[in-house]
């Protein structure tokens, strides 16, 4: 599968932006997703996922109320809201595609060992 993102770029503390990640090669509905980030020296670390019906979401708790993660299966697309950006959001965020369409639990939709496929990752910078 190939993942690509898009959105990212440079807003003040406070602002907003929303990424897209436009999915193509395999099944995109009926299955999960999910977006991580990873800042410069940091690991790479979950931030949101969403089950494939969209039911269920799960996020990052220092983005709760901030980010909303959504999807369009008519458009293979996925998105992330962000609101009230802050400068610890500064990162570059990708997007990822798991092994299995459905995961078991909260946890494992946090574990980057459960995804198989990456975007190659766009820039977010929040200035102070």
């Known amino acids: 599968v190939q993942l690509v993102e898009s959105g990212g770029g440079l807003v003040q503390a406070g602002g907003s932006l929303k990424l897209s990640c436009v999915a193509s090669g395999r099944t995109f509905s009926a299955h999960g997703m999910g977006w991580f980030r990873q800042a410069p020296g940091k690991e790479r670390e979950f931030v949101a996922a969403i089950t494939w019906s969209g039911s269920n979401t799960y996020y990052l708790d220092s983005v709760k109320g901030r980010f909303t993660i959504s999807r369009d299966d008519a458009k293979n697309t996925m998105y992330l809201q962000m609101i009230s950006l802050k400068p610890e959001d500064t990162a570059v965020y990708y997007c990822?595609?798991?092994?299995?369409?459905?995961?078991?639990?909260?946890?494992?939709?946090?574990?980057?060992?459960?995804?198989?496929?990456w975007g190659q990752g766009t820039q977010v910078t929040v200035s102070s």
């Open positions: 990822a595609y798991p092994r299995r369409p459905w995961l078991s639990s909260s946890s494992s939709y946090r574990s980057l060992n459960e995804y198989d496929y």
